[in-house]
T-cell receptor, first 112, second 112 residues
Framework: DVKVTQSSRYLVKRTGEKVFLECVQD?????MFWYRQDPGLGLRLIYF???????EKGDIPEGYSVSREKKERFSLILESASTNQTSMYLC???????????FGQGTRLTVV | GEDVEQSLFLSVREGDSSVINCTYT??????LYWYKQEPGAGLQLLTY?????DMKQDQRLTVLLNKKDKHLSLRIADTQTGDSAIYFC????????????FGSGTRLLVRP
């Protein structure tokens, strides 16, 4: 079974804090993704990575950065958290040539 | 540009069929997906269809693809209360980005 694990289910952070969301997959997938999910907006791609140390901006990268130092781990960083970054964050991974993306259980982040 | 649209809500009686519709815009899509999200959980892949197919059946699920109209539908036969969830349509872009573009999700409510 493919497993994508996000380090926290729920997080509460203060405005201006630096926040790290961690994601680990155990299936040697090349591609990893970070999405945020907001009501009525579906899933929007923040960043993705197709290899170690490689990253590409998605549709809404502003206010975020990412790190992929190891193949199995993809970190999303909020440099200075703001209240409009309160959301559900979903990590996913997929094989380069395959099509199916596997998702983690999500991290619900609240910025106060 | 890339866009995937779905209606936001569908309510059906238990035992009836449910049909969830989706339209997409990008002609370079090759794979189209249906994901299910139960409350508090990540996304689970239900089924997918390749763009050279017009129908795929998998037990209670039937996917229909009208490539000319860029219209995708998911039919759930004999809908059960356990099918209550949010259903996301997604397209895989086969340009250089290999991005997954999601719709906003359709919330299916199954009434007893």
């Amino acid at each position: 079974d493919v497993k994508v694990t996000q380090s926290s289910r729920y997080l509460v952070k203060r405005t201006g804090e630096k926040v790290f969301l961690e994601c680990v997959q155990d299936m040697d997938h090349e591609n990893m993704f970070w999405y945020r999910q907001d009501p009525g907006l579906g899933l929007r791609l923040i960043y993705f990575s197709y290899d170690v140390k490689m990253k590409e901006k998605g549709d809404i990268p502003e206010g975020y950065s990412v790190s992929r130092e190891k193949k199995e781990r993809f970190s999303l960083i909020l440099e200075s958290a703001s209240t409009n970054q309160t959301s559900m964050y979903l990590c996913a991974s997929s094989l380069r040539a395959r099509t199916e993306a596997f998702f983690g259980q999500g991290t619900r982040l609240t910025v106060v | 540009g890339e866009d995937v649209e779905q209606s936001l809500f569908l309510s059906v009686r238990e035992g009836d069929s449910s049909v969830i519709n989706c339209t997409y815009t990008d002609s370079s899509s090759t794979y189209l997906y249906w994901y299910k999200q139960e409350p508090g959980a990540g996304l689970q892949l239900l089924t997918y269809i390749f763009s050279n197919m017009d129908m795929k059946q998998d037990q209670r699920l039937t996917v229909l693809l009208n490539k000319k109209d860029k219209h995708l539908s998911l039919r759930i036969a004999d809908t059960q209360t356990g099918d209550s969830a949010i259903y996301f349509c997604a397209e895989l872009l086969m340009d250089s980005s290999y991005k997954l573009i999601f719709g906003s999700g359709t919330r299916l409510l199954v009434r007893p």
